[in-house]
């Protein structure tokens, strides 16, 4: 952490993020309106005093339905994430350390879920478990585990090998013990690097299902799906279009600078 | 290691993963809820021809001789019929996949030209006012949505200045410059993320080589900068950037979903979210399968460019 305090830009960015979850947090508080309260005497109108970016096609504050729309979203980046560690650090393990036939097995399927392109099979995925957040979540994270199964199996090839390793093992660890005490706890700090890009990737990931109607399903909000409707009224409303991107944008691409910043503070190699 | 040797291992390496990929796949579709006779049927409640369905389909056979079956007819290039057009799936994909070939490669051709000059110049500017600028305008290439930037893009300029059209697709056979007017918005927004990534594993690659013994040496007999950067180290940082380019190929042609989606240009994309939203699952089969066919072949190749072109690996 001291390492990553002489980054600039990776402290803007770890801001920027944590001004978007308390933001996210504190909707009820902060939102200046009900994100589905629909209003027919004010169908999309600009930008004004009272509606700080204007309204969408059924009256609806687009600032309070972006700021609503934020605990989707980021729970959209984080959710996936955390189902691909729960299910790749295990994975990974057994994988580098056991080796054998349940390697090869492991390995192959990882090799062929990486052979499709992530989009893709989320897609896939989302429309076979049916349309809905947590369906698009589920789908995300099984899109995002080959990457990190793989990355967990390389460390821990490369740790196996490590003398402490080798000492654990002579003064006669079981291999559970050496995999959870000596192995787990290293091999984390590339899946951490890792973890900060794909919450990034599965931002944006959720944003393109909700956009296709494969995520958050309307009323309640979402980036994607505010964009979905925007796209309808891009000459009459631009303002729908305008902010939930640029809003997915600044959070993005503060993850990848933060993600960089990590990743140059503890891999220097990268730098 | 000779070079055909090590193009057969790659390829014997191929096998098992593709076979996998088609398990995946056909996997998939068992796991969808409810009977698939029942929704081939559709109207039709008569038993009977519930049965004949079962039948035609081989819906009655234990499952691996399904996959048998089908893995068998996906070979000889059966991928089944498309539930709402009718039509054979493998019609369907050899019309599609020359329009996202041509989205793909004219991506590529500006991501080239952007990424690559750009980080050259940031590697030989390293820590200057232009790579920041250009480090920054290539994570934003990485951090933007591209399905937004297609919009923003459509209401500047097809609403707004109306240089451009906002949608549609004609092919070049027909008409080469309405051809080049509607592909160019999609492979600009396509290839402004490649280029981001182009862009950092030249600068990369470039800052490599600029600190090698022989970029030393070359600066050291006087040799002009210039010639330094352009003969002596982009030469070698190339390398990687070829066979990087051989993947983002093959992920551009995947990958252009929501871009041909919100353009709505007919191409491998727009066949698989038309195929989502109609259930029609025979086309989301076929695309999702030959869309990891090509990935993992553009993989293949690039692997083979870069032993090809790199000559410390040949022992």
Redesign the interface.
């Known amino acids: 952490m001291k390492r990553l305090w002489r980054r600039p830009a990776a402290m803007i960015a770890l801001g920027v993020v944590a001004a978007f979850v308390m933001i996210a947090l504190a909707a009820p508080l902060v939102a200046p309106f009900d994100p589905n309260a629909v209003d027919f005497q004010a169908i999309r109108k600009p930008p004004s005093a009272a509606h700080k970016l204007g309204t969408d096609e059924a009256g609806r504050d687009v600032l309070s339905r972006l700021i609503w729309g934020a605990r989707a979203s980021l729970l959209a980046g984080v959710i996936p994430v955390g189902i691909a560690l729960a299910l790749s650090i295990p994975l990974g393990l057994i994988s580098g350390y056991g080796g054998g036939w349940l390697d090869g097995v492991i390995m192959r399927v990882t090799d062929a879920m990486l052979s499709i392109p992530f989009l893709i099979v989320a897609i896939a995925l989302a429309a076979f478990l049916g349309p809905s957040l947590t369906n698009a979540m589920i789908a995300i994270g099984i899109a995002t585990l080959p990457v990190f199964v793989r990355l967990a199996r390389g460390s821990v090839l490369a740790l196996k090998t490590e003398e402490y390793v080798e000492a654990a093992r002579a003064v006669g660890g079981s291999h559970a013990r050496i995999a959870v005490r000596h192995i787990l706890p290293n091999m984390l700090p590339p899946i951490f690097v890792q973890s900060s890009l794909t919450v990034a990737a599965a931002i944006i990931a959720e944003a393109s299902l909700s956009f296709l109607g494969l995520g958050q399903q309307p009323p309640a909000p979402s980036w994607g799906s505010m964009l979905n409707a925007a796209q309808r009224y891009l000459s009459q409303a631009p303002w729908m279009a305008l902010y939930p991107g640029l809003v997915i944008f600044s959070i993005v691409m503060a993850l990848n600078v933060l993600g960089d910043g990590l990743r140059e503070t503890l891999d220097p190699r990268h730098s | 290691m000779t070079f055909g040797l090590y193009v057969a291992r790659r390829v014997v390496v191929l096998a ?3 076979f ?2 088609s ?2 796949i056909f996997t ?1 579709q068992q ?2 809820p409810g009977d698939p006779a029942l929704a081939l049927a559709g109207e039709e409640h008569d038993p009977a021809a519930i049965a004949a369905i079962r039948a035609k389909y081989h819906l009655d056979r234990p499952l691996l001789v399904q996959y048998g079956i089908w893995i068998g007819n996906v070979l000889h290039g059966d991928f089944g019929e498309s539930l709402r057009s009718r039509m054979p799936v493998s019609e369907l994909l050899r019309s599609k996949l020359p329009v996202t070939i041509e989205l793909a490669f004219c991506s590529m051709l500006i991501a080239l030209a952007l990424g690559v000059p750009a980080g050259v110049v940031a590697a030989a500017r390293k820590g200057r006012a232009l790579d920041v600028v250009a480090n920054l305008v290539a ?2 290439g ?4 591209h ?3 297609g ?2 893009l ?2 500047l300029f097809a ?1 707004q200045l109306g240089w451009l059209p906002a949608s549609g697709y004609v092919p070049p056979w027909e008409d080469l410059r309405l051809n080049l007017r509607t592909i160019t918005l999609p492979s600009f927004v396509l290839g402004t993320g490649v280029a981001g990534v182009m862009m950092r594993h030249t600068r990369s690659a470039m800052l490599e080589t600029l600190s090698a013994d022989y970029v030393r040496t070359a600066r050291a007999k006087s040799v002009a900068e210039r010639m330094v950067i352009v003969k002596h180290a982009l030469r070698n940082a190339l390398i990687p950037v070829i066979t990087l380019g051989a993947i983002e190929f093959g ?1 551009l042609l ?2 252009a ?2 871009t041909e ?2 353009f709505a240009i007919p191409g491998f994309g727009k066949l ?2 038309d195929g ?2 109609n259930r029609d699952y025979a086309v ?1 089969q076929g ?2 399968l030959v ?2 066919t090509l ?2 072949l553009l ?1 293949l190749l690039a692997d083979v460019l870069y032993f090809a072109v790199n000559p410390r690996l040949r022992g």
């Open positions: 098992p993963t593709l996998v990929v398990v995946l998939l796991l969808l994570l934003s990485l951090s933007v949505p399905f937004w930037l919009i923003m459509i209401l609403v992920r995947s990958g979903v929501l989606q919100i698989l979210v989502v939203f989301v695309v999702v869309s990891a990935f993992v993989n």
